[in-house]
């Protein structure tokens, strides 16, 4: 019976490398020569093939801390980002929504109505984020006395508030309102309706 394929092969690589070696520290280590292509012999009626063997690199480890993608949670944020106010520095605003009905919170001071209305469901677009660039937080003060304690609304603020619906001299967008102590009780009514000249049902 003749031999497996390729055991000469082997044989050949065995001798060669129990042939050479050399020292490292204090050890003994084999060198194995880099193979050569050997070319097995031709028997009659068969192809001419020719076998070469190579040496195979070991597989590194799988490394799981480098290739997993590591996850994390964050805490839930509502929008709106408002900031528990302090006991005893509670601030209070209230809304009257277009159906007639109103709504008192406390807030901190610095709240903005825009957040305000937000966190509490109100029917508050801004549809810009609160950047003063829609009039969509339009809001009426209902108390001239508290309007003049406001600070005056900027050339951009008035820009917007050109377009928005039903304005009045008292009218003011809720995301540069600010609320602070000098306007603690303030009372806002949201207008029947809102433009957004980004809504493609506008006209």
Excluded: W
């Excluded at 050479?20 to 050997?38: K, M, N, Q, W």
């Excluded at 009780?185 to 433009?195: D, E, S």
């Amino acid at each position: 019976m003749p031999p497996p394929r390729g055991s000469s092969i082997l044989r050949n690589l065995q001798s060669q490398c129990s042939n050479r070696l050399f020292h490292a520290g204090d050890s003994i280590v084999t060198r194995c020569p880099r193979p050569i292509p050997t070319r097995s012999p031709v028997q009659p009626g068969a192809h001419n093939r020719t076998f070469t063997t190579r040496t195979l690199r070991p597989r590194l480890p799988f490394q799981s801390s480098i290739y997993l993608r590591q996850f994390s949670t964050t805490s839930y944020l509502s929008h709106g980002h408002l900031t528990h106010p302090k006991p005893g520095e509670e601030l209070k605003v209230t809304f009257v929504t277009k159906e007639g009905n109103e709504f008192t919170f406390e807030v901190a001071e610095g709240d903005n109505l825009l957040d305000i209305g937000q966190a509490h469901d109100l029917e508050m677009e801004g549809a810009c984020g609160g950047s003063c660039a829609c009039s969509t937080c339009h809001v009426i003060v209902e108390d001239q006395e508290m309007y003049d304690l406001l600070e005056e609304p900027d050339d951009d603020e008035n820009d917007m508030l050109d377009l928005a619906f039903g304005l009045t001299e008292t009218s003011r967008l809720g995301c540069q309102v600010k609320m602070k102590k000098d306007i603690d009780g303030l009372k806002v009514k949201l207008p029947a309706m809102t433009r957004n000249l980004q809504a493609s049902d506008f006209k």
